[in-house]
């Protein structure tokens, strides 16, 4: 009986070490370069995002340090709908990891809760692709400065995800 209690307990706790080793990421982000307009290119399903064909977020760098968020959505009905809110390092001097919380009232009541990681996972040189996600990898975002990339590009982003962690079967693609 001893052996199969030590048994199952050296499994769950293998299963649990080797879910929670969150991904890696890029190490540094400048703010400055990374501020301006990425468009989704593919995303793992969320809720909040359930009506969005495209999406755009639009960054900019804030005299603090931390970064004003605007995203855009455009439904499946053809119509845009925008969250404003702001990012901030999770940790001072660190720019790969952000808190993301916008400007709702469920925000206002419970503003720890509230927030979102932002982690960005992958950046080429002249960031214009970026991969964005979260440590647990329920979320996951593909983007671009361009609203339509190449199948190399696309390629590139799917790697970056797998090479990470990412189960990438269930993306929702950019519509026309």
């Not at 960054?59 to 855009?72: F, K, P, T």
């Amino acid at each position: 009986m001893k052996r199969l209690t030590a048994c199952l307990l050296a499994l769950l706790l293998t299963g649990c070490a080797s879910q929670v080793t969150p991904p890696a990421t890029v190490g540094s982000v400048d703010l400055q370069r990374y501020q301006g307009t990425w468009y989704e290119q593919a995303r793992l399903p969320m809720f909040f995002q359930r009506n969005c064909a495209q999406s755009e977020a639009h960054y900019r760098l804030q005299d603090d340090g931390r970064v004003a968020v605007r995203n855009r959505c455009l439904t499946h009905d053809g119509e845009w709908q925008q969250a404003e809110g702001r990012a901030e390092p999770q940790q001072a001097g660190q720019t790969d990891k952000l808190w993301v919380r916008f400007d709702n009232w469920f925000a206002q009541l419970f503003p720890n809760v509230a927030r979102g990681d932002y982690w960005v996972l992958y950046l080429d040189e002249g960031y214009q692709l970026a991969l964005v996600g979260n440590p647990n990898r329920e979320y996951l975002w593909l983007l671009s400065r361009e609203q339509q990339i190449s199948p190399a590009q696309r390629q590139l982003l799917l790697d970056e995800a797998h090479a990470r962690g990412f189960v990438t079967d269930e993306l929702i693609w950019r519509g026309p």
